[in-house]
């Protein structure tokens, strides 16, 4: 863990965090989510049912070769771990678009955590209460795999006067 990182980290315990309180390049980390299979196959049979999230053995017929999570509850578990132990923005995470990508799947099992950095602060012209912060988010499993890529555009609002 760098040296910003832990900064960051100790903030987190003392403040919620408004648009002047951060930097390009500040990282944070979440805590840690254990994805069991029921879980996996629960999400996939109400919001993903497709036969690689819901049956061990038609999983294994895929390109997945096995049961494989949705990405949508990938990005479900990054969006708890970052709202609850990740960034803690003041006013919550409001987004405003993003990019998401998932270059490996999610496995039952799989310790998740997320790792984000700031890349870019852009203060609005139009309306000086806010700015859009563009954030990197790495989901990780437990061998430091990247399970999920999301670059999003969030919201942060500056302290109120």
């Given at each position: 863990?760098?040296?910003?990182?832990?900064?960051?980290?100790?903030?987190?315990?003392?403040?919620?965090?408004?648009?002047?309180?951060?930097?390009?390049?500040?990282?944070?980390?979440?805590?840690?989510?254990?994805?069991?299979?029921?879980?996996?196959?629960?999400?996939?049979?109400?919001?993903?049912?497709q036969p690689f999230h819901l049956d061990d053995e038609a999983a294994?017929?895929?390109?997945?070769?096995?049961?494989?999570?949705?990405?949508?509850?990938?990005?479900a578990i990054t969006m708890r771990l970052l709202v609850t132990s990740g960034m803690p923005l003041a006013d919550g995470l409001i987004g405003a678009g993003g990019e998401i990508d998932w270059p490996r799947p999610t496995r039952a099992g799989d310790t998740l955590h997320v790792e984000s950095c700031i890349q870019a602060i852009t203060p609005s012209r139009s309306k000086p209460d806010r700015g859009i912060v563009a954030l990197e988010s790495l989901t990780l499993n437990q061998r430091g795999e990247v399970v999920q890529r999301l670059l999003a555009k969030l919201v942060v609002f500056r302290r109120p006067l």
């Amino acid at each position: 863990m760098g040296k910003e990182e832990c900064t960051m980290n100790a903030v987190r315990r003392e403040m919620n965090l408004y648009l002047d309180d951060l930097a390009v390049g500040a990282r944070f980390r979440s805590s840690e989510f254990v994805l069991d299979e029921e879980a996996l196959k629960a999400f996939a049979a109400q919001f993903d049912p497709q036969p690689f999230h819901l049956d061990d053995e038609a999983a294994r017929q895929t390109l997945f070769g096995g049961l494989a999570a949705s990405g949508w509850h990938t990005a479900a578990i990054t969006m708890r771990l970052l709202v609850t132990s990740g960034m803690p923005l003041a006013d919550g995470l409001i987004g405003a678009g993003g990019e998401i990508d998932w270059p490996r799947p999610t496995r039952a099992g799989d310790t998740l955590h997320v790792e984000s950095c700031i890349q870019a602060i852009t203060p609005s012209r139009s309306k000086p209460d806010r700015g859009i912060v563009a954030l990197e988010s790495l989901t990780l499993n437990q061998r430091g795999e990247v399970v999920q890529r999301l670059l999003a555009k969030l919201v942060v609002f500056r302290r109120p006067l």
